[in-house]
Nanobody, 120 residues
Framework: QVQLVESGGGAVQAGGSLSLSCAPS????????MGWFRQAPGKEREFVAA????????YYADSVKGRFAVSRDNAKNTVYLQMNSLKPEDTAVYYC?????????????WGQGTQVTVSS
């Protein structure tokens, strides 16, 4: 059974930083694209960031480029999302996701989500 468990969410003031982590189990971590998505109240879920199985290349939504950084440690089966210069519009539930193949915008597995709240 595949499980993706996120941790690290919370509340922060605008301009602050948070770090999320996700530790999947039940899959061969190093074979999967890993990504982060988010869903704000009343909005559709959107892509945030992704990283190749080897960790060699990363992808970002324009809205977070330059502020967020995705990374992974295949030895620890963990993917991270470092979020800096946070804005109130970054407030959302953040989801970790795992995708097989190159279509990182269409993951096969999802975590349960962790809340990030940014106050002005």
């Amino acid at each position: 059974q595949v499980q993706l468990v996120e941790s690290g969410g919370g509340a922060v003031q605008a301009g602050g930083s948070l770090s999320l982590s996700c530790a999947p189990s039940g899959l061969t971590f190093s074979s999967y694209f890993m990504g982060w998505f988010r869903q704000a109240p009343g909005k559709e879920r959107e892509f945030v960031a992704a990283i190749r199985p080897s960790g060699g290349r990363t992808y970002y939504a324009d809205s977070v480029k330059g502020r967020f950084a995705v990374s992974r440690d295949n030895a620890k089966n963990t993917v991270y999302l470092q979020m800096n210069s946070l804005k109130p519009e970054d407030t959302a539930v953040y989801y970790c996701a795992a995708a097989i193949g190159n279509d990182y915008t269409n993951p096969r597995y999802w975590g349960q989500g962790t809340q990030v709240t940014v106050s002005s």
